[in-house]
């Protein structure tokens, strides 16, 4: 079946720094990219996400890139900050076909 | 919060039991899925549903069976033949028809089976 890579499984920046998670998938008929964060013990939750139409989008110190000829994206955050520790899950998908998740990334930032 | 709700939080259970776990969303969504998280892992699909009355096997379905009588509620039942029960279980819905929108999370209910 249809799968996603995640890299790197744990991550850890120094307050201040960016963070880069890259997502590789295999499913070229693909058309949106979801990122989700999720804090311990709670939901994930939507942060950021891109259409295959769009090569790149930001919102604030959030941001993703899309490459579809290579078949992966990634997110970036900047100036990272003690509260985006988290798991962070990348997830495609394509209407009628259900999301696949990468296996996720845990992000620690150290003051 | 969110719309989409999860009861219990925690639930126990003694193994050889079946267990519901409910899910009830007010945000109007066709779409509803489950998932289970294990320690590590990404989410993966259990069931979902497009349409009252319908719902389809996702990848992981051994053990495991729901229904979808309202828009509103898609409850997971755990059976016995689960083999290994214990993950945290999250519902999720969305607008449409899987894969090309945001999908909305409920909080989660953490199954311990001894």
């Known amino acids: 079946g249809e799968n996603v890579e995640q890299h790197p499984s744990t991550l850890s920046v120094q307050e201040g720094d960016s963070a880069v998670i890259k997502c590789t998938y295999s499913d070229s008929a693909s058309n949106y990219f979801p990122w989700y964060k999720q804090e311990l013990g709670k939901r994930p939750q939507l942060i950021i996400d891109?259409?295959?139409?769009?090569g790149e989008k930001k919102d604030q110190r959030i941001a993703v890139t899309l490459n579809k000829t290579a078949k992966h994206f990634s997110l970036h955050i900047t100036e990272t900050q003690p509260e985006d520790s988290a798991v962070y899950f990348c997830?495609?998908?394509?209407?009628?076909?259900?999301?696949?998740f990468g296996p996720g990334t845990r992000l620690s930032v150290l003051p | 919060d969110g719309g989409i709700t999860q009861s219990p939080k925690y639930l126990f259970r003694k193994e050889g039991q079946n267990v519901t776990l409910s899910c009830e969303q007010n945000?109007?969504?066709?779409?509803m899925y489950w998932y289970r998280q294990d320690p590590g892992q990404g989410l993966r699909l259990i069931y979902y549903s497009q349409i009252v009355n319908d719902f389809q096997k996702g990848d992981i379905a051994e053990g495991y069976s729901v229904s979808r009588e309202k828009k509103e509620s898609f409850p997971l039942t755990v059976t016995s033949a689960q083999k290994n029960p214990t993950a945290f279980y999250l519902c999720?819905?969305?607008?449409?028809?899987?894969?090309?929108?945001?999908?909305?999370f409920g909080p989660g209910t953490r199954l311990t089976v001894t």
């Open positions: 891109i259409r295959s139409n769009v």
């Open positions: 997830a495609n998908g394509n209407y009628g076909q259900n999301f696949v």
């Open positions: 945000l109007n969504h066709d779409a």
């Open positions: 999720a819905s969305s607008w449409q028809t899987s894969g090309s929108d945001e999908q909305y």
